[in-house]
C-alpha cells in the first residue's frame, strides 16, 4: 500500500467518494487486463512472426550467393515480402523496445537513398556483420535490400547478372545482400526477445503499472502509447505515404518516387497492413482489444470506428496497383483513399483520445 | 460608514502572516524553477521550438537565444530566494514579476491559470511593503490578496455550472477513468457516481470558500477543506506546484498575527519586528486608483466571454486569464490547406512538421491559434514568392467526451482573417450534446 494510495483512499472517504452504493459501476475492461492480452495476443506474437520471417529472409538472402539465379532471387524476394507484413502491422504500436533499441530505424528507413546505397557497396570494404553496423540507417535494412532484389523493375534478368557472385562486383552485391539479410533477422530476433517474457519482459513490464518511463511505463503512459501508435501511423498514411507520393508538400506535383516500397511495388500492400495492425490492436486478436475499453463508454463511436477501419481497409485494396501508377494515372481516387483513412485517423486522434483522456501530444508541463 | 472602511483599509496591522506569504511564495517559486529546469521544460518549451505563439498585440516578445533562457530562469532562481529572505526585496519582486511575465508571454501554448496567478501575486508583491524585517503592513494588502483569491475561486466555481459539470460528470469522468492504475482507489475512480459526486463537491467547494475562508467561525474547517481538496488535486492531477501555491496563500485569511501563535519566536524575529505604531505614508488615493484599477481589471476580464456568442469552453475566445480551471477535456487535430491562386499550386501542411507535440496539441484545439499558425504559413509561403495564397485550416474537435466535429469554417480563408477581439464568426457553433 503506497502513500498516494492511502492518502488517495482517506481522501475519496472525506469526499463522500466512497458512497457508491446509488448504482455506479466501473466502465468494462481494465487498462491492465487490456495491456496485458494486447502483449500476449498481438503485440508478441507479431513480433515472433517478423522474427521467423526475417530469419528466413537471411537463408534466402545467402541463397542469393550460394546459388545464383531467377529462382534464388524469386524466393528471396518472396521471402522479403513476407517479412514486409509483421513489420507493417507492428508499426501500429511503434512504442518500446522497437524505438528504445532503434530497431525502427535500422530496418525500415524510408524512403531508401539509393546513392548511399552504391555508395556503400562500391567502397569494396567487405560486408561483414561488423561493417553493417557501421552503416548509416540510410544503407542497411529492408529498404536497402529490396532496392538491391527488385531494381530496376522488370529487368530481371539484369539484377540477376548484377548479384552474380562470379563477377567481381555482383559478388560483393550479393555479398552486402546476405550480411543485410543477416543483420536484419540477427536485429529482428533482438526486438522479439525484449518482448518476451523469458527474456526482456517488455511485455510484462507493459500492464506492470511502472514509473512512467519508457522503459516501465505507467498504466496510463502504455494505454497512451496504444493510442497515440494507432494515431501515428495513419497520419504516416495520410501524409507520408499517400500525402507525400500525391504532392501534397510540393504543390500538387505527385511524387511517384517518394511510394513507400517502390521498388517491389508493395507500397499499396504495405498500408492495408499497417492499417491491419491499427485493426488487431483496436479489436485484438483472439484476446482484449481497445474495443473493450471505447464500447462500454461510447458504443456508437466504437461502431464508427469499426465500420472506418473495414473501410479503410477497403478503400486501399481498391486502389489500382502499383501506387507509383495511381498517384500520376489517377490522383482523385488516391485523394479520396486519402480522406478516408484521414476519417478513421480523426477517430482516433479526436475522438478515442477525447473519450479516454489520453494526451495526444504528451506534454510533460504541467495541467491547467 | 465609508470613513471607516477607509480607516480600517490603511490601518496598520501585524505584518507576520504577509511576511509568511512572502517567505512561502519565495521558496516555492525557487523550488517551480528548479522543478522547470531539471524538468528539461527550458529547452522543449523556449529552445527548440521553431515558432512561437505570441499573445495578440504582443508579437514582440520573442524567446532570447540561449543562454538568454535559461538565464533569465536564473534571474527568477535568484530573486526568488532574495523575497523568501525579505533582501533587496522591491529589486527581487520587480525582477521576478518581469522574468517571471516574460517567459509566460513568449508563447500562449505554455499558458496556465496558476502561471496568471503567479504572476498578479509576484505584481502584489512589488507592490507591498515586505522588505527586510517589517513590523506591520496596512490592511489593504492582506485585503487584496483575500479579494485576490476570492475572485480565483469564485470565477472557478461560477465556469462549473455548466452542463457538463453539473450534469454529465465532465471532464472529471474522463480524467478519473484515466487514473484507475492508481494503487488503491484506482478502481473506485472509474465508477461514474465518484465523478458526479466530485463535480458538484468541486462546485460547491469553489464556490463557498471565499465565505467560509472569510468567516472566522469556519475558517479552521474551511482551511482543512482548502488543504485536502488541493492535496487530492495534486495526486490525481499533473498540476505542478499550484495546490502549494494556493495552500500558502490562503494562509492570508487567518489573523495577521497567526504566526507569531504559531511560530517560535526566535526564528520570527529573524524576518520580523515587533509590531508597532507606523508612521509611513499612506498614499490613499493612489492606492485606491490602483486598486480600483486593478479590481475592475479582474472582473471585466473573467466576464469577457458574455460578449461572445456560444460556448466559451467550445470557442474559446475568452478562456484564458479567466479562471476556467480544469474544465475542458479538449482534443483536436488539424491540417491546413494551402491554396495558391496565381499559379493553382495546392499543399496540404501538417503542423507537427514544424510545431512542437504540445504545441500542436494546443494549437489543435484553440481557434486562435490556429488562425495565428495560419497567419504563420501565409508568411512563410510569401517568403518562397507565393505572395497571396489562401489558408484553410480542416480543423476537428472533440469536448467533453462529445464526438467530434468542425471546428473551424473550412471555406474561410484563415490568411485573409485579421486577428483582434472581434468574435471570430469563421468558428463552428458547437453541437449540443446528444
Not at chain 1, 297 to 303: A, I, K
Not at chain 2, 275 to 286: A, F, I, N, Q, V
Not at chain 2, 386 to 395: L, T
Amino acid at each position: 500500500m503506497t502513500m498516494r494510495g492511502v492518502s488517495l483512499l482517506v481522501l475519496c472517504c472525506l469526499g463522500a467518494a466512497c458512497q457508491t452504493e446509488s448504482g455506479g459501476s466501473a466502465n468494462g475492461t481494465s487498462r491492465e487486463a487490456l495491456l496485458e492480452s494486447l502483449a500476449a495476443t498481438v503485440f508478441t506474437p507479431t513480433y515472433a512472426e517478423f522474427e521467423t520471417a526475417s530469419a528466413a529472409l537471411a537463408v534466402a538472402s545467402a541463397e542469393v550467393c550460394a546459388a545464383p539465379g531467377m529462382t534464388s532471387l524469386t524466393a528471396a524476394r518472396e521471402a522479403w515480402r513476407t517479412t514486409r507484413a509483421p513489420l507493417k502491422r507492428a508499426e501500429a504500436w511503434s512504442f518500446g523496445p522497437i524505438a528504445s533499441l532503434g530497431v525502427d530505424s535500422a530496418v525500415d528507413f524510408w524512403p531508401v537513398r539509393t546513392d548511399a546505397v552504391e555508395a556503400a557497396i562500391t567502397s569494396g570494404e567487405e560486408p561483414t556483420q561488423a561493417w553493417v553496423t557501421a552503416q548509416g540507417t540510410a544503407a542497411k535494412g529492408l529498404p536497402v535490400i529490396e532496392y538491391l532484389l527488385f531494381a530496376p523493375l522488370g529487368e530481371d534478368s539484369a539484377i540477376v547478372a548484377s548479384l552474380d557472385p562470379q563477377t567481381p562486383q555482383g559478388e560483393h552485391r550479393c555479398a552486402v545482400v546476405a550480411a543485410l539479410g543477416e543483420r536484419v533477422a540477427a536485429r529482428a530476433a533482438e526486438l522479439h526477445l525484449a518482448w518476451r517474457p523469458d527474456g526482456g519482459d517488455y511485455s510484462g513490464r507493459l500492464s506492470a503499472d511502472g514509473d512512467d518511463t519508457p522503459d516501465n511505463p505507467s498504466l496510463r503512459m502504455a494505454v497512451s502509447d496504444v493510442v497515440n501508435g494507432m494515431i501515428f501511423v495513419l497520419q504516416d498514411i495520410t501524409d507520408g505515404k499517400l500525402g507525400r507520393p500525391l504532392g501534397l508538400k510540393s504543390g500538387g506535383t505527385p511524387q511517384p518516387d517518394d511510394v513507400e516500397s517502390r521498388f517491389s511495388d508493395r507500397g499499396r500492400a504495405d498500408i492495408v497492413a499497417n492499417i491491419e495492425g491499427v485493426r488487431d490492436v483496436y479489436l485484438g486478436v483472439g484476446g482484449l482489444g481497445l474495443t473493450d475499453v471505447v464500447a462500454p463508454l461510447n458504443g456508437e463511436l466504437d461502431t464508427s470506428i469499426r465500420t472506418q477501419l473495414d473501410a479503410a481497409i477497403a478503400a486501399v485494396e481498391a486502389l489500382s496497383d502499383p501506387l507509383r501508377l495511381s498517384v500520376l494515372d489517377d490522383p482523385a481516387s488516391v485523394h479520396t483513399v486519402r480522406d478516408v483513412v484521414r476519417d478513421l485517423r480523426r477517430l482516433f486522434e479526436v475522438d478515442v483520445a477525447g473519450l479516454l483522456g489520453i494526451n495526444v501530444a504528451l506534454s510533460d508541463n504541467d495541467g491547467d | 460608514m465609508a470613513g471607516r472602511m477607509l480607516d480600517r483599509m490603511f490601518e496598520p496591522v501585524d505584518a507576520a502572516s504577509m511576511v509568511a506569504i512572502r517567505v512561502l511564495f519565495g521558496v516555492l517559486m525557487a523550488l517551480g524553477v528548479v522543478r522547470f529546469w531539471a524538468m528539461g521544460w527550458i529547452e522543449a518549451l523556449y529552445v527548440t521550438p521553431k515558432f512561437y505563439f505570441s499573445y495578440w498585440g504582443l508579437s514582440w516578445i520573442k524567446p532570447l537565444p540561449q543562454p538568454g533562457m535559461s538565464l533569465v530562469f536564473g534571474v527568477m532562481l535568484v530573486a526568488s530566494i532574495l523575497i523568501a529572505l525579505g533582501k533587496w526585496y522591491r529589486v527581487a519582486a520587480i525582477a521576478f514579476f518581469v522574468a517571471f511575465t516574460y517567459v509566460e508571454l513568449v508563447d500562449q501554448t505554455n499558458y496556465l491559470n496558476h502561471y496568471y496567478l503567479v504572476s498578479l501575486a509576484a505584481l502584489m508583491l512589488v507592490c507591498m511593503p515586505l522588505a527586510g524585517r517589517p513590523s506591520t503592513v496596512p490592511r489593504w494588502t492582506i485585503w487584496t490578496l483575500r479579494l485576490q483569491l476570492g475572485l480565483v475561486y469564485t470565477f472557478a466555481g461560477l465556469a462549473k455550472l455548466n452542463v457538463d459539470w453539473l450534469f454529465a460528470g465532465q471532464p472529471l469522468m474522463i480524467w478519473l477513468e484515466a487514473r484507475q492504475g492508481i494503487p488503491i482507489v484506482g478502481p473506485l475512480l472509474a465508477w461514474d457516481v465518484i465523478a458526479h459526486v466530485m463535480s458538484w463537491a468541486g462546485a460547491a467547494f469553489d464556490l463557498s470558500i471565499f465565505a467560509a475562508l472569510s468567516w472566522s467561525r469556519t475558517r479552521p474547517l474551511a482551511y482543512l477543506a482548502v488543504i485536502g481538496f488541493h492535496v487530492m488535486t495534486w495526486l490525481l492531477f499533473p498540476i505542478g506546484i499550484f495546490p502549494w501555491v494556493m495552500i500558502a496563500l490562503t494562509t492570508v485569511f487567518f489573523p495577521p498575527d497567526w504566526p507569531r501563535r504559531w511560530l517560535p519566536a526566535r526564528a520570527l524575529n529573524r524576518v520580523l519586528s515587533t509590531p508597532g505604531p507606523s508612521d509611513s505614508p499612506r498614499h490613499e488615493r493612489l492606492v485606491l486608483a490602483v486598486l480600483g484599477v486593478y479590481f475592475a481589471v479582474q472582473l471585466i476580464v473573467p466576464l469577457r466571454h458574455l460578449a461572445y456568442p456560444g460556448s466559451d469552453h467550445w470557442h474559446m475566445q475568452a478562456f484564458r486569464f479567466s479562471w476556467k480551471v480544469m474544465l475542458v477535456e479538449k482534443t483536436g487535430m488539424v491540417e491546413f490547406r494551402v491554396v495558391d491562386p496565381t499559379s493553382g499550386r495546392r499543399w496540404v501542411v501538417a503542423p507537427n512538421e514544424e510545431l512542437t507535440r504540445t504545441q500542436t496539441q494546443m494549437m489543435s484545439m484553440q481557434p486562435d491559434m490556429i488562425l495565428s499558425y495560419a497567419h504563420h504559413i501565409a508568411r512563410r509561403m510569401a517568403a518562397q514568392g507565393y505572395r497571396d495564397v489562401a489558408v484553410y485550416a480542416d480543423a476537428w474537435a472533440s469536448l467533453n467526451g462529445r464526438p467530434s466535429q468542425r471546428l473551424i469554417d473550412p471555406d474561410t480563408d484563415l490568411a485573409a482573417v485579421r486577428d483582434g477581439f472581434a468574435n471570430k464568426a469563421w468558428i463552428v457553433a458547437e453541437r449540443p450534446r446528444p
